[in-house]
């Protein structure tokens, strides 16, 4: 620019600069400057090459070089002058040259003035929901902003009802996004002016301070999207299935990238693009045993390879690197952007782990201006307390620290069946005496899945449980003694299957599994015989939860058919005419022994049981099924780990922190980059 007057690149708009740069190559200066210095010229030509081999390999290279061209006179590459006419030419010229040289050394001095001072320090804090809100500790569901000057947020209320929540980075206001009830897995536009998240089935967006929330396109179960600098977002629409891209403005999705169905894949989700806007990351299902595969995809093309393992999915930063799970914390990788291809040492951050539900999501957000923010990652520990019917502790089971979820009450009431966390991503199952506030452990590799409850056998003799021990979610059952081996109950290529219930005979198990074409549906598996198991409720919509009536006749169970998840029955063993329990939202059911009360959850998912209110429904089921109107018993507290009722629905049994804990928050980092360099 010193020397022609001209930028080498230029666009009306960040977004056409940014390609400008991407796609072209400059004008070069003797096109510009006819009299321009062809060695002048070669040293812009190797300060601008986008191979970054090609370029000076310090800013020392670049002054000896400019010192060399101001001294060699002739020598640096204008011929001798054969006439006197052209010596003025030649004068000119090199002083257009010597004017550019100075200007690129004082722009090297500058630089070399700017390395050498010293590099800003690292920095944290953390910031906690709002008041009257609880924080919503899934990992991806807090994401800082491209410019690093906001944060998105998922917080839930009293009531369990969930929205997003922004907050600018230099101050203490937050404030909550109307219109984006129910809202999962946030992420930002390259603009930083728009968010875009799903909810109630759909992929939306709402703009950062706030307006309309338009609807982009559906999408059932999405599991993780990335937003283009070109207006295009990638996004998994389903928990199993391919990629799709859709302009940001709404319109028809399209498939971007397939699953390989000869290597076992049932699944693609959550994408990060890179830098150039085009090439994408993202990780394929199940996991293997050396992690997930994550493969690079790109717009408009069918181009598709694997990059690496990682154990949850990877998000580039600058400056270019990838940051992922490796041994159970936060590492980073040096990523060559020409190849594509992690390079180098895997350094590790420091940082635990979070925890996610999302199968192999990522641990946060793309860090961005030198931000880094991320669920804190070590949760509280939890204790089992007894809750009445009114929502009020009774009682504590008083065992031994630890993070306990998801208790599952026995037939019986005198045992229950927990996962207890040994890691952030690891987990075993164990039986508690209830009585004698004593815990066995059943498994031991630390598969038994989070998130998921265990399921009782009618005579309280075995629990069935989901564990990945060898990659795709199977579903495996164990004696409740604690004695012997879990011995496969399912197993198949599908990559998740979750336990849901048992006949009452105990001869079939209830379960739910996932599929491209028809998304989760209820599935009910022989447990005698060959075990080849037959479709239960099967449609266009979402079914994950069923339970089966105690008189065998009935089941309940959980459809999001109208848009949201509502509770119905439907005769058993051959489903017949439906029945809606449920108008404002349900999630899962629980039948009372006598068959005369349904107990419904509204918060969480399908599978956790969790914070939205709980409700008791009174049914029928003598003759034909009628059921009454739904009564709020309570409203559970928002950090709860699972929580589930007895048979008699006298009380439940809950997974609570403990008391005095240091509530959940969201770590912010400051100059993150100089954990690199330790």
């Not at 040259?97 to 953390?126: D, E, K, N, Y």
């Not at 620290?401 to 207890?420: H, I, L, N, Q």
Request: hydrophobic content about 40%; proline content about 10%; glycine content about 10%.
């Amino acid at each position: 620019e010193a020397a022609t007057g001209q930028r080498a690149f230029a666009g009306e708009s960040q977004a056409s600069l940014i390609a400008a740069i991407l796609e072209h190559e400059p004008r070069p200066l003797t096109e510009l400057k006819p009299m321009s210095p062809p060695a002048l010229e070669h040293v812009v030509q190797r300060c601008l090459a986008k191979d970054p081999e090609k370029r000076w390999q310090s800013s020392r290279d670049v002054v000896q070089e400019l010192e060399w061209i101001a001294t060699a006179g002739s020598q640096a590459g204008t011929p001798v002058p054969l006439a006197p006419r052209r010596r003025a030419r030649e004068r000119l010229a090199w002083i257009l040259g010597g004017a550019a040289a100075a200007a690129a050394i004082a722009a090297v001095a500058a630089l070399l003035w700017t390395r050498h001072q010293p590099a800003p320090a690292l920095a944290r804090f953390s910031i906690t929901a709002p008041p009257g809100q609880a924080l919503v500790t899934d990992g991806p569901n807090a994401a800082v902003s491209p410019d690093g000057r906001h944060l998105v947020f998922l917080a839930s209320d009293s009531t369990g009802a969930r929205r997003l929540w922004t907050r600018p980075l230099d101050s203490f206001l937050t404030r909550p996004l109307a219109g984006t009830e129910n809202a999962f897995l946030p992420f930002w536009s390259p603009d930083s002016r728009y968010i875009a998240f799903f909810a109630d089935g759909r992929l939306k967006k709402v703009p950062l301070g706030g307006g309309a929330v338009q609807i982009i396109c559906e999408a059932p179960s999405g599991r993780g999207g990335t937003w283009g600098r070109s207006g295009v977002i990638v996004f998994a629409p389903l928990t199993t299935g391919p990629l799709l891209q859709v302009p940001a403005d709404g319109g028809n999705p399209v498939v971007v990238a397939r699953p390989d169905s000869a290597r076992g894949e049932t699944g693609l989700r959550f994408p990060c693009f890179l830098p150039d806007g085009r090439h994408f990351l993202y990780v394929g299902l199940p996991r293997r045993p050396g992690g997930f595969d994550v493969h690079l995809g790109a717009l408009g093309s069918g181009e598709r390879g694997r990059v690496m393992s990682a154990g949850s999915a990877p998000v580039f930063a600058e400056p270019g690197c990838l940051l992922f799970l490796h041994a159970g914390r936060l590492a980073a990788q040096r990523f060559d952007r020409l190849r594509r291809q992690p390079v180098g040492d895997i350094v590790p951050l420091g940082d635990p782990a979070p925890e996610s539900y999302y199968e192999g999501a990522p641990l946060l957000s793309p860090p961005a201006g030198g931000v880094l923010a991320q669920i804190a990652a070590v949760l509280p520990n939890t204790e089992l307390a007894w809750l009445d019917r009114a929502g009020h502790r009774v009682g504590t089971v008083p065992l031994p620290p630890g993070r306990y979820e998801m208790p599952t009450p026995s037939p019986d009431g005198r045992r229950a069946a927990v996962t207890r966390l040994t890691s952030s991503t690891n987990g075993d199952l164990w039986i508690v005496d209830l009585q004698r506030a004593v815990a066995t452990r059943a498994t031991f590799d630390g598969s038994a899945a989070q998130g998921t409850p265990p399921v009782w056998s009618p005579d309280g003799s075995r629990i069935a449980f989901q564990c990945n021990p060898a990659g795709p979610y199977d579903i495996h059952q164990v004696l409740a003694s604690g004695t012997g081996r879990p011995e496969p109950l399912v197993q198949s290529r599908v990559g998740l299957k979750v336990p849901a219930d048992w006949t009452p005979d105990g001869r079939y198990l209830v379960f739910s599994q996932n599929d491209e074409a028809t998304g989760w549906d209820l599935w009910l598996m022989p447990l005698e015989g060959e075990r080849r198991p037959v479709p239960l409720v099967r449609s266009p919509f979402d079914e994950i939860t069923g339970t089966i009536s105690p008189d065998g006749r009935w089941l309940a169970f959980d459809s999001n058919e109208t848009g949201q998840s509502e509770i119905y029955v439907c005769a058993f063993p051959e489903p017949g005419e439906k029945h809606r329990v449920t108008t404002s939202g349900g999630v899962s059911a629980h039948w009372s022994e006598d068959g005369r009360e349904l107990i419904v959850w509204t918060g969480g998912s399908p599978v956790i049981p969790g914070n939205g209110p709980v409700l008791a429904v009174p049914v029928e089921t003598t003759r034909s099924f009628r059921s009454g109107t739904p009564q709020v018993l309570f409203t559970p507290r928002q950090d709860i780990a699972g929580i589930l009722a007895t048979r008699d629905h006298r009380r439940f049994l809950a997974a609570v922190p403990v008391e005095g804990t240091t509530p959940p928050n969201i770590t912010v980092v400051m100059n993150w980059r100089a954990a690199l360099k330790r």
